[in-house]
C-alpha cells in the first residue's frame, strides 16, 4: 500500500479533525472539505487512554476511497501498537502515539517498518524532556493543547512554551519533523500557535460546527498565514 505524501516538512498544514463531523455522513463531510484539507485528522479512542472511544479501522478504510489526502491517525490508545498493522492496512498514512503508553521506542520501530509515518504524541502536562530523545527518530511531533478525549475544549496556552522549545530543537538539529498541536485550534489561537513554532494545526469544532466548513477552513488557514 502506498502512502499518501504528507507534503514539504514544515510547511503549515491545515487538518481537519473528524471527531466533529457528523459521524451518520463522515464521507460527505470529508468531501466537503477537501479543497481545504492539507491533512484529514482521525482521532482513535480507545475508551481506556482516554474516556472516550470513538473509531477505528473500518472507518479509516471506509473513508479512503473518498479522500486523496494524507490520514493522519492520532491513536490515543494504552496499546498502539496491537493496531498500528490494521490501520496500516486501512489506508493510514501516519500514525502517532502517545509517549505516555510507554514502549515509545518500539512503537516507532514498528510503525517505521510498516511505511507509516510516525508520529509521537505529549498531553499538555507531559514535559519536553519525555518526547526529546525521540526527535531524532519521528516525523511528527504532537504538542496537546487540551487533555485528549473529547472534541470542544478550551486552548492551553501554556503549551506554547513548550511547542517553542520543541520548535528550537527541531531548527537548531535541521530535523525533518512537523510540529502539530491538537485541541481549541480556532481563529484565535491558530496563529498563536504558528507564532510558538507549530506548522500542522488540527481544528475539529472551528471547522465542522461552522454553518459552512470548507469556509471555515479556509479562515483558518488565513489567520494562520497572516499570524
Ligand atoms: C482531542 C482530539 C482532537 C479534537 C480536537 O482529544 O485529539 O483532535 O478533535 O477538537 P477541537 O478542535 O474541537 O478542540
Ligand atoms: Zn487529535
Not at 514539504?8 to 451518520?24: K, N
Not at 498514512?93 to 518500539?106: I, L, N
Not at 498563536?192 to 460546527?209: D, E, P, T
Request: hydrophobic share 45%; aromatic share 6%.
Amino acid at each position: 500500500m502506498t502512502v499518501t505524501d504528507a507534503g514539504p516538512c514544515g510547511a503549515l498544514r491545515i487538518a481537519p479533525s473528524i471527531l466533529a463531523a457528523d459521524f451518520g455522513a463522515l464521507a460527505n463531510a470529508v468531501r466537503e472539505i477537501d479543497a481545504e484539507t492539507d491533512w484529514l485528522h482521525v482521532d482513535v479512542m480507545d475508551g481506556h487512554f482516554v474516556p472516550n472511544v470513538s473509531i477505528g479501522p473500518p472507518v479509516v478504510a471506509s473513508l479512503r476511497p473518498y479522500s486523496p489526502r494524507f490520514f493522519d491517525c492520532h491513536l490515543m490508545m494504552t496499546d498502539p501498537g496491537r493496531y498500528l498493522e490494521a490501520f496500516k492496512k486501512a489506508g493510514a498514512d501516519g500514525c502517532t502515539v502517545h509517549v505516555e503508553v510507554g514502549g515509545t521506542a518500539s512503537l516507532i520501530n514498528d510503525a517505521r517498518a510498516l511505511g507509516l509515518r510516525v508520529g509521537l504524541a505529549a498531553n499538555p502536562d507531559t514535559p519536553f524532556d519525555e518526547v526529546a530523545p525521540f526527535l531524532g527518530d519521528i516525523d511528527l511531533l504532537l504538542l496537546m493543547t487540551v487533555f485528549p478525549g473529547f472534541g470542544g475544549q478550551s486552548f492551553m496556552g501554556d503549551v506554547m512554551t513548550k511547542v517553542s522549545e520543541a520548535r528550537r530543537e527541531v531548527d537548531a538539529n535541521a530535523l525533518d519533523v512537523d510540529i502539530e498541536v491538537d485541541g481549541g485550534i480556532d481563529l484565535s489561537t491558530a496563529p498563536i500557535a504558528v507564532h510558538a513554532g507549530a506548522n500542522v494545526l488540527v481544528a475539529g469544532s472551528a471547522i465542522f460546527s461552522r454553518p459552512s466548513p470548507l469556509d471555515a477552513a479556509r479562515e483558518l488557514r488565513a489567520s494562520a498565514e497572516a499570524h
